[in-house]
């Protein structure tokens, strides 16, 4: 059974840090990108960040550029999303997401599988 399971989200206030984690199982790996999105109340989903199991690689939409960091522990199949400088605008569910495809590509058809999302809450 494939499974995405996210933790680390919570109450922070502005200008805190969270980590979050991503850990995956039933598939392979190495063979995945896996990818960060949140969506906020009454928005979009919308792609942060992803990773290259395979070589590293690292990708970055412009809501994540510059505050948040990506990285990886391929020995225990878990990704971790690094964000500091919090804003109350970073507010949303966050959801790791799994991709055979192109990891730069942050339409949500081109994720094969999802977890359930962490809730992040920025207070200002």
């Known amino acids: 059974e494939v499974q995405l399971v996210e933790s680390g989200g919570g109450l922070v206030q502005a200008g805190g840090f969270l980590r979050l984690s991503c850990a995956a199982s039933g598939f392979t790996f190495e063979v995945y990108a896996i990818g960060w999105f949140r969506q906020a109340p009454g928005k979009e989903r919308e792609g942060l960040s992803s990773?290259?199991?395979?070589?590293?690689?690292?990708y970055y939409s412009d809501s994540a550029k510059g505050r948040f960091t990506i990285s990886s522990d391929n020995a225990k199949n878990t990704v971790f999303l690094q964000m500091n400088s919090l804003k109350p605008e970073d507010t949303a569910v966050y959801y790791c997401?799994?991709?055979?495809?192109?990891?730069?590509?942050?339409?949500?058809?081109?994720?094969?599988?999802w977890g359930q999302g962490t809730q992040v809450t920025v207070s200002s």
């Open positions: 990773i290259s199991s395979s070589d590293g690689s690292t």
């Open positions: 997401a799994a991709t055979r495809g192109l990891p730069y590509v942050w339409d949500l058809k081109w994720w094969d599988y």
